[in-house]
T-cell receptor
């Protein structure tokens, strides 16, 4: 997705927090999403945020949205080895996905 | 509910052949989406149906690609005269609302 950018790799130690960042260009996007893809598996919707919200918390996940800077982040608290996967952000208007951030959790 | 299913899971074909993939969405989901994903990339949107109507098509969907959803339930994606560049994972998703897309496991196409 040329209009959605993410850093490619992130490595954290088990128990630490992970922060995955995403920038997008379409300011008219109504919803922004975070998906998780484990090896050999389909994409799983983790959470989404409505564009008029700044923050959404869902158990260990916190989504922050800065509309002015068109910046979206996903924070995973107490990261576990089972969180190792590729994380994609996506926007709703043009169905654009980012290139994905590969999260590696070190035991 | 068994989730979104796709068939086949893998397809190997020779360049120039036609292939057809099938997607069965979650029952009662009126929206159905097709994406293509290549290694190291995020899914790229191809097309979107609401019921049987094809509402959006990406410019990525060349004349060799066609998708149908004749009765508003399952959908097929056909690629004619396949090229090596068509090798990818083809993903189908369905939803009953605009933001909760449920993805199938994908069909991996290899064009030799």
């Amino acid at each position: 997705g040329e209009d959605v950018e993410q850093s490619l790799f992130l490595s954290v130690r088990e128990g630490d927090s992970s922060v995955i960042n995403c920038t997008y260009t379409d300011s008219s996007s109504t919803y922004l999403y975070w998906y998780k893809q484990e090896p050999g598996a389909g994409l799983q919707l983790l959470t989404y945020i409505f564009s008029n919200m700044d923050m959404k918390q869902d158990q260990r996940l916190t989504v922050l949205l800065n509309k002015k800077d068109k910046h979206l982040s996903l924070r995973i608290a107490d990261t576990q080895t089972g969180d190792s996967a590729i994380y994609f952000c996506a926007e709703s208007n043009q169905f654009y996905f980012g290139t994905g951030t590969s999260l590696t959790v070190i035991p | 509910d068994t989730g979104v299913s796709q068939d086949p899971r893998h397809k190997i074909t020779k360049r120039g052949q036609n292939v057809t993939f099938r997607c069965d969405p979650i029952s009662e989901h009126n929206r159905l989406y097709w994406y293509r994903q290549t290694l190291g990339q995020g899914p790229e949107f191809l097309t979107y149906f609401q019921n049987e109507a094809q509402l959006e098509k990406s410019r990525l969907l060349s004349d060799r690609f066609s998708a149908e959803r004749p009765k508003g339930s399952f959908s097929t994606l056909e690629i004619q005269r396949t090229e090596q560049g068509d090798s990818a994972m083809y993903l189908c998703a369905s939803s009953s609302s605009i933001h909760e897309q449920y993805f199938g496991p994908g069909t991996r196409l290899t064009v030799t």
